[in-house]
């Protein structure tokens, strides 16, 4: 076994030298154009040739060394910079499709611009979709004046922009869009009426800024957008008082790891008498029992600044992956309502749902795809499996010297956190800037309040003042700064050594540059990577190491806190198997979150199938494709929207509760699949009786009087937000320790001094 991965190591290394070597042999017949004695106007005329060579079939591979020697040229004079050899490999990676690992400091953004511009040349439109709203906006504002100088246009997309300005940015040649907007954008045209009232362009070539975030992490966010939401109900504090009443011991109990929450018999009884509704499992009670259960859930299982915080008023969901405010994110209605109640707020009903489609669903439209990252190495299965595309690792400008130290594990929290401050203490007096990566709001206050008290002053970057995430971070490098931040810091934004003066950068440096800690393991060793890869950008000094605890969360369901046999200390602990049985936990885990996001595939995958059936015959009439008149075009259109609108209603009613069919021994997504399937099968000929009668009714008029009379309109507002996906949360907590986890891990103990598998 240990010979065989060797083997396929040996083999995908050889694979990827060879690839490089190529992709070495273009850079430098790309350096050899040499077109510094050109002058502008000789630049400008070569890219109005590029043009119309693209334009007239030319393959792209064909331009890519003129295209990118230009683009080099250009660079320079307009901004000032030359792209490295392996920056030109990477963008030539991004050409080919791949998803390249590229790291942090090593200028991907620059390295995007080559591959944007080649494509961007035929006058299909190009997309660079980024993390956020403000990269987007930067790296455009960034990298516009390479564009422009060589005769294309460029623009960024930002949330709330009116639609005028959104089909203007969306017309330029390379268009910069945070992935979310792009995909809300694209629901908002599948609903319209009218083809003017559209923004979108047919997809073509996508270069993905933080690939593993977008195509991993947040691959199956549904986006949504909704009908106005409804008035305020106060459904919500009725159940919210009913769960306050209930006592554990008495009334519910917990699974093993306090990730679900169960009624017990007398519970159940206790409630019917609150409610006054008798039997809470009769089907007339199913909404009460689903309120009831929402609000247990709520009032027990969310916890304020982990999973969520209160500001202006409002509840605001924390990023799992970030630890920042997920923007328009929502749970499910009912549950979404309860944590309301719970916090004593008004919650309003989130409106007929009129489109959905996750984040993978959407990149998935795009006929290339590549993406670039820091971190893409640990999960090249997940992303060929899910996309078919292939990782490249990109080496460095310079090397990576930043000392990574092994995990100092303790055998409490409590040791940790003491152990944390301390280390904490002692470097900030040498000078040295910190950077401590923390996993929840709430962890983030407690470690900077017990820096207060031993007088280290730090910054604290969570989600109550993530608006000035690029801010603090922009100074995290400068000698004496201390920054706590959750999970990951100012994401795309580097952190310069001295804050990017060079005098005090050297100061820094001498001490060791850039010292990140991490309190705690995530459950992906890719997330912890990206923590670490915060230092040593450029060949930089830097450090990193992290601080575990056998009682935090991820230990815990593994037992890792009985490990020991009740051993409590302050020092680390010296166990020599530890630092092995941690990381095996970590790949455990990673493997059963993408054996989990297999499974939930199965459930949205035939739910797009069906979209895209239905959208296509939708797309033909809204483009003129299918000979109608106005009014049949109208009212075909309104009540595909009608019946859609409905079967995703249905959709989500089965989607939440079908996981309960695997108590009666069915497959549940077979049972998904069966009912959604034959609800789908009655929509066509619900819309051709509904659209036979409408055109009855309006006697074959066009007149848009007559169709507002009948409401053949689309809705007067709508809104977007994000549903956090409570499925997946019961996936992942069906028990970490499960039958097949168990016999795995104890034949890899037992079988490891037979094959060799320390290493593995």
Same mark, same amino acid.
């Given at each position: ?62 331009? +890519?060394?003129?295209?990118? /020697? ?6 320079? =004079?307009? @901004? *000032? $910079?030359?792209?490295?050899? &392996? !920056? ?46 403000? +990269?987007?906006?930067?790296? /455009? ?6 564009? =422009?100088? @060589? *005769? $294309?246009?460029?623009?960024? &997309? !930002? ?51 933080? /690939? ?10 549904? $986006? ?537």
């Amino acid at each position: 076994m240990n010979l065989a991965v060797k083997w396929v190591r040996e083999f995908k290394e050889r694979d990827n030298q060879h690839r490089l070597k190529g992709y070495r042999d273009r850079a430098e017949l790309i350096r050899k154009r040499k077109l510094e004695a050109w002058d502008d106007g000789q630049l400008q005329t070569e890219s109005l040739r590029l043009q119309k060579e693209a334009s007239s079939g030319t393959p792209l591979d064909e331009l +890519l060394v003129d295209a990118y /020697a230009l683009v080099c040229e250009a660079a320079k =004079r307009a @901004l *000032g $910079l030359q792209p490295f050899d &392996v !920056q030109l490999m990477a963008a030539i990676a991004l050409h080919e499709g791949y998803v390249i690992e590229q790291h942090t400091g090593e200028g991907k953004t620059l390295s995007a611009v080559l591959p944007a511009y080649l494509h961007a040349l035929s006058g299909d439109g190009v997309h660079v979709l980024t993390f956020n709203d403000y +990269l987007a906006k930067r790296d /455009a504002d960034w990298m516009g004046p390479i564009y =422009r100088f @060589l *005769g $294309l246009t460029a623009s960024a &997309v !930002q949330a709330g922009m009116p639609l005028s300005e959104k089909r203007m940015a969306y017309a330029a040649d390379i268009t910069y869009v945070t992935a979310k907007e792009a995909g809300f954008d694209y629901l908002r045209d599948t609903i319209a009426l009218d083809e003017v009232d559209t923004v979108h362009r047919p997809f073509r070539y996508v270069i993905v800024d933080e /690939a593993d975030s977008l195509l991993l992490d947040e691959a199956r966010v549904p $986006l949504v957008i909704a009908g106005e939401p409804g008035s305020p109900g106060d459904d919500g504090s009725r159940f919210a008082a009913v769960a306050r009443q209930l006592r554990q011991e008495d009334h519910y109990d917990f699974d093993e790891y306090k990730r679900n929450v169960y009624l017990s018999e007398a519970g159940a009884a206790k409630a019917e008498s609150l409610l006054g509704c008798g039997n809470l499992y009769e089907s007339h009670n199913s909404y009460l029992l689903m309120a009831l259960n929402c609000a247990l859930h709520a009032e027990l299982l969310l916890q304020r600044d982990v999973d969520y915080i209160v500001r202006d008023g409002k509840i605001e969901l924390i990023d799992e992956y970030t630890g920042r405010v997920a923007e328009n994110r929502h749970l499910p209605d009912g549950l979404q309502t309860a944590l309301s109640a719970k916090e004593g707020l008004r919650s309003k009903a989130g409106g007929n749902i009129l489109g959905t489609i996750t984040l993978q669903h959407f990149l998935s439209m795009y006929p290339k795809i590549c993406g670039m990252t820091a971190t893409a190495h640990v999960s090249a299965m997940e992303f060929g499996d899910i996309y078919a595309l292939e990782v490249v690792p990109i080496p460095p400008n310079r090397p990576n010297i930043r000392i990574d130290y092994p995990h100092r594990i303790y055998s409490h929290k409590e040791a940790k956190l003491k152990a944390l401050v301390q280390e904490i203490s002692s470097v900030h007096a040498t000078g040295r800037p910190i950077l401590i990566g923390t996993s929840s709001v709430e962890e983030s206050e407690m470690l900077a309040e017990a820096l207060a008290a031993a007088d280290v002053p730090c910054h604290v970057l969570n989600a109550k003042n993530d608006a000035k995430e690029a801010e603090l971070i922009a100074k995290a490098g400068e000698l004496g700064a201390v920054t706590v931040s959750t999970n990951m810091a100012g994401r795309g934004v580097d952190i310069r050594l001295g804050g990017g003066n060079p005098a005090q950068g050297e100061v820094v440096a001498k001490l060791g540059g850039l010292y990140v800690i991490g309190t705690h393991m995530h459950q992906s060793a890719r997330i912890d990577n990206q923590l670490r890869g915060r230092s040593g950008r450029q060949g930089d000094p830097g450090a990193s190491v992290f601080f575990v605890s056998l009682e935090d969360e991820i230990l815990l369901k593994f037992g890792m806190d009985k490990e020991l046999r009740g051993l409590r200390q302050d020092e680390a602990l010296s166990e020599s198997v530890l630092p092995s049985k941690i990381s095996h936990i970590q790949r455990v885990i990673m493997g059963q979150n993408f054996h989990i996001r297999q499974e939930l595939n199965s459930y949205s995958d035939m739910v797009e199938d069906q979209r895209r059936m239905l959208y296509a015959e939708r797309l033909d009439i809204l483009n003129g494709k299918a000979p109608m008149s106005a009014s049949e075009q109208r009212v075909r259109l309104y009540f595909i929207d009608k019946f859609w609108a409905e079967h995703l209603a249905y959709v989500s009613y089965i989607r939440e509760s079908i996981h309960l069919t695997s108590l009666t021994n069915r497959n549940p997504i077979d049972e998904f699949h069966e009912q959604i399937i034959q609800a789908f099968a009655e929509i066509p000929a619900n819309i051709d009786k509904e659209s036979a009668d409408m055109l009855i009714k309006l006697g074959g008029s066009n007149d848009p009087a007559m169709w507002e009379k009948f409401g053949l309109k689309t809705p007067a507002s709508t809104w977007t937000y994000i549903i956090n996906d409570q499925y997946l949360e019961f996936l992942q907590n069906r028990g970490a320790w499960n039958p097949g986890t168990i016999i795995a891990y104890w034949m890899r103990r037992m079988l490891r001094p037979v094959f060799g598998w320390s290493k593995f």
